[in-house]
């Protein structure tokens, strides 16, 4: 599998951005999608995970009521809504698949991160 994250960007506190990654390769039906981040200086964490053949999704309690992830099954496509961004937001971006988003090391493959910052 092969994925492609893309949409980050420098914003300002309260707006909103999303985040798009596009997966190529196996199929993804066997997988949860997810969307990891990383500050500096801190470790790598899971923000919100899809399991691609069910829809059923997961949130960490950072980003819940704030971050929607969705799909497009066509288009091999998995996205990261995020509104009201704040500057804790600020991190480099991961999407990643594997089998449980709670433990990054059963992420098989990742692509390259995209940036995203948030001003105060």
């Known amino acids: 599998v092969q994925l492609q994250a893309s949409g980050g960007g420098l914003v300002q506190a309260g707006d909103s951005l999303t985040l798009s990654c596009a997966a190529s390769?196996?199929?993804?039906?066997?997988?949860?999608m997810d969307w990891m981040r990383q500050a500096p200086g801190k470790e790598r964490e899971s923000v919100a995970a899809?399991?691609?053949?069910?829809?059923?999704?997961y949130y960490a309690e950072s980003v819940k009521g704030r971050f929607t992830i969705s799909r497009d099954n066509d288009a091999n496509t998995m996205y990261l809504q995020m509104n009201s961004l704040k500057p804790e937001d600020t991190a480099r971006y991961y999407c990643?698949?594997?089998?449980?988003?709670?433990?990054?090391?059963?992420?098989?493959?990742w692509g390259e991160g995209t940036l995203v910052t948030v001003s105060s």
């Open positions: 390769g196996r199929t993804l039906s066997n997988y949860v």
């Open positions: 990643a698949a594997g089998w449980d988003p709670t433990d990054i090391t059963t992420m098989m493959y």
């Open positions: 899809i399991w691609w053949s069910t829809g059923h999704t």
